[in-house]
């Protein structure tokens, strides 16, 4: 395996992992408001030796946020309970936008490498073609 294979191997497991990262707190951001939803996180898994010698980034499980959900207090909310309280969602839209902002930045890191060594491949490629 070439150098600009393992280069593009290991631009592509990135693009994967954080499109997925996206995915899930995209999620996230969009079930704020649902009542019980509780938030997802994706840990990272590295890969070393698996695919020819060359280190790469997968997605592990997904999994929960174990933090208390929000109490709210709505007596005509239909999920109220007789308090007059509802379990909302743990997510805070904060860490889920700043989160989003990192995993954007990470996916387009990854992509500019992409495209870089793909032209750097294309490039040599032209020369030994002369």
């Known amino acids: 395996m070439t150098d600009f294979s ?4 290991v ?8 499109a997925m990262r996206l995915r899930h707190l995209s999620e996230n951001i969009s079930n704020a408001d649902t009542p019980g939803y509780r938030r997802k996180t994706v840990q ?14 997968s997605t592990g499980k997904v999994n ?10 709505d007596p005509s ?8 309280h509802f379990d909302g969602s743990n997510v805070n839209l904060l860490i889920e936008l ?18 870089q060594t793909r032209k750097m491949s294309s490039g040599l490629m032209d020369l030994l073609r002369r």
Not at 64 to 73: A, H, K, N, Q
Not at 77 to 84: C, E, I, M, V, W
Not at 99 to 114: G, H
């Open 6 to 9: 393992k280069s593009l191997t």
């Open 11 to 18: 631009a592509t497991s990135g693009l994967k992992a954080q």
């Open 44 to 57: 990272f898994e590295s890969e070393f030796g698996t695919r020819s010698d060359v280190a790469s980034v």
């Open 64 to 73: 929960l946020d174990r933090t208390e959900l929000e109490r709210i207090y």
């Open 77 to 84: 909310h239909p999920l109220a309970d007789d308090t007059g």
């Open 98 to 115: 700043a989160d989003a902002r990192e995993a954007q930045r990470s996916y387009e890191a990854n992509l500019k490498m992409f495209e």
